[in-house]
């Protein structure tokens, strides 16, 4: 494995204008849903550049988290906010909450 500075130095400043092209994207995004697709591809960004950094085990963890689980979460709750209250057909008669 070619170990050189000037090789690592030159993924590292890759990866991180990958994330800040993928962050900047996602802050000006204004669909909820596209953000939440953005925010996937920031995390596969974000874990490219910790394990650049000899950070696999953060890597992963960014992998499981910010790419699958919070995106997931985006999305479940933008859909509970856009069935809005009489949307879903669950309430209704018999649910007094």
Do not use: H
Not at 27 to 44: E, I, K, N, W, Y
Not at 62 to 80: D, F, H, N
Request: proline letters at 5%.
């Amino acid at each position: 494995m070619n170990n050189s500075p000037g090789a690592v130095d030159f993924l590292v400043v890759t990866a991180l204008v990958l994330v800040t092209v993928a962050a900047t994207v996602a802050a000006l995004t204004r669909d909820p849903v596209r953000q939440s697709v953005v925010l996937s591809v920031l995390g596969v960004c974000l874990a490219l550049l910790f394990l650049v950094v000899q950070a696999p085990d953060v890597a992963l963890s960014q992998l499981a988290v910010g790419t699958a689980v919070t995106p997931l979460l985006i999305l479940l709750t933008v859909r509970k906010i856009r069935r809005g209250p009489g949307g879903s057909g669950d309430r209704g008669q018999g649910d007094d909450r």
